[in-house]
């Protein structure tokens, strides 16, 4: 089992950056592909960017294209989402996710094909 935590959340305002962590723990994830999703008040959640096993390949939907950067560091079983350029439509509770698989499921975005899930970690920016 995979226990999944999340930090790194908070207040920014519209152009700040944020960097987003989540720690594993159980077992590694060295060999886990990894995800973040958002859900903001009132939506659905949706998929924000993955990675493989080996960080040699990432995904990212298009509203954070060219400005989120997802990585991990295999050695201390974390992910990272470095989110820049903030909008106020990126306010949401982020998730990391981890699936039993060296590559991101198909199709990537696809939350149920996701095994293990964080609690969230808030983050908000204004105006």
């Known amino acids: 089992q995979v226990q999944l935590v999340e930090s790194g959340g908070g207040l920014v305002q519209a152009g700040g950056s944020l960097r987003l962590s989540c720690a594993a723990s159980?077992?590694?994830?060295?060999?886990?592909?990894m995800g973040w999703f958002r859900q903001a008040p009132g939506k659905e959640r949706e998929f924000v960017a993955a990675?493989?096993?080996?960080?040699?390949?990432?995904y990212y939907a298009d509203s954070v294209k060219g400005r989120f950067t997802i990585s991990r560091d295999n050695r201390q079983d974390m992910v990272y989402l470095q989110m820049n350029s903030l909008k106020p439509e990126d306010t949401a509770v982020y998730y990391c996710?981890?699936?039993?698989?060296?590559?991101?499921?198909?199709?990537?975005?696809?939350?149920?094909?996701?095994?293990?899930w964080g609690q969230g970690t808030q983050v908000t920016v204004s105006s």
């Open positions: 990675i493989n096993w080996s960080g040699g390949n990432t």
């Open positions: 996710a981890a699936v039993r698989s060296m590559e991101p499921p198909r199709p990537v975005a696809a939350g149920p094909n996701y095994n293990y």
């Open positions: 159980g077992r590694t994830i060295s060999r886990y592909a």
